[in-house]
T-cell receptor
């Protein structure tokens, strides 16, 4: 299995509070991604990174920001959590632009009350 | 832009029966296509992928899929279902020549009954 960890694995937070989710990889892969998974929607891309300090938006980026200061870490921040951001969040990595296979972390279940 | 349609959010088969999970895609350029499986409370695991070459691709756990350009389909099959195949399956597409951003279908939950 690819070396991807996510922390925390579960979190309950209140509306309006900031939340940061962490993805850590030991594979030295260039690309990293954040997805959210919701029933009936499959997985939707929030943000992705194609290198240190290089990030771009996905299809559902509103309300989220990301940072990547090191190859191995990709942080997802909800500046002010809302109930609509209750979801399961997955991090994924891929090796290079020519290899489109993505490896997924175990997920973080976030509940915003 | 690309998109993926998975027909049937739930599919139920008997153990030993054929598994057929349908996936149709839309892409303005030649696609790379993937099937992922998700077991309860786990992340996604790659089953198989089509990039170039042979259109019939074999994956793990006895699954295979055939890329049919004329039908814009990439259906997943397995000749004989096993109880351990019960999971959710996702089809995904990414266009070649671009950054590797996958577009996923909404998933099909496979139930296997005795």
């Amino acid at each position: 299995d690819a070396g991807i960890t996510q922390s925390p694995r579960h979190k309950v937070t209140e509306t309006g509070t900031p939340v940061t989710l962490r993805c850590h990889q030991t594979e030295n892969h260039r690309y990293m991604y954040w997805y959210r998974q919701d029933p009936g929607h499959g997985l939707r891309l929030i943000h992705y990174s194609y290198g240190v300090k290089d990030t771009d938006k996905g299809e559902v980026s509103d309300g989220y920001s990301v940072s990547r200061s090191k190859t191995e870490d990709f942080l997802l921040t909800l500046e002010s959590a809302t109930s609509s951001q209750t979801s399961v969040y997955f991090c994924a990595i891929s090796e290079s632009r020519g290899n489109y296979e993505q490896y997924f972390g175990p997920g973080t279940r976030l509940t915003v009350t | 832009a690309q998109s993926v349609t998975q027909l049937g959010s739930h599919v139920s088969v008997s153990e030993g029966a054929l598994v057929l999970l349908r996936c149709n895609y839309s892409s303005s350029v030649p696609p790379y296509l993937f099937w992922y499986v998700q077991y309860p409370n786990q992340g996604l695991q790659l089953l198989l992928k089509y990039t170039t070459g042979a259109t019939l691709v074999k994956g793990i756990n006895g699954f295979e899929a055939e890329f049919k350009k004329s039908e814009t389909s990439f259906h997943l099959t397995k000749p004989s279902a096993h109880m351990s195949d019960a999971a959710e399956y996702f089809c995904a597409v990414t266009p070649t020549g671009t950054a590797s951003k996958l577009t996923f279908g909404t998933g099909t939950r496979l139930q296997v009954t005795l």
